[in-house]
């Protein structure tokens, strides 16, 4: 089935950059979209940024201008380029793959493992 592999988090000064990817292995055929989260401690999780097949993207208000997702469909990979970073930012992010299409059944989602980011002097 799919697994779902995330990475490039770490600790940065306010002010730097990080880029996070999210690789998804398996038998698939197509994602529809593809979605970043992020969770802090005590806070629910929150939608940060998204982008569909077709290219289009979404970002939450507070990461606009700062945050840049792209995705490389041909290795079913999603990329957050996390710049101008503020210890707000920091949280857990995980990335989500909706309606993946496999061999296998319905379209189904499917997260990542979490990668933390944290933003302090």
């Known amino acids: 089935q799919v697994q779902v592999v995330e990475s490039g988090g770490g600790s940065v000064q306010p002010g730097g950059s990080l880029r996070l990817s999210c690789a998804a292995s398996g038998s698939i055929f197509s994602i529809r979209v593809m979605v970043w989260y992020r969770q802090a401690p005590g806070k629910q999780r929150e939608f940060v940024a998204a982008i569909t097949e077709s290219s289009n993207t979404h970002y939450t208000n507070s990461v606009k201008g700062r945050f840049t997702i792209s995705r490389d469909s041909a290795n079913n990979t999603v990329y957050l380029q996390m710049d101008s970073l503020k210890p707000e930012d920091t949280a857990v992010y995980y990335c989500?793959?909706?309606?993946?299409?496999?061999?296998?059944?319905?379209?189904?989602?499917?997260w990542g493992q979490g990668t933390q980011v944290t933003v302090s002097s």
């Open positions: 989500q793959l909706g309606g993946v299409t496999t061999t296998f059944g319905p379209p189904q989602d499917y």
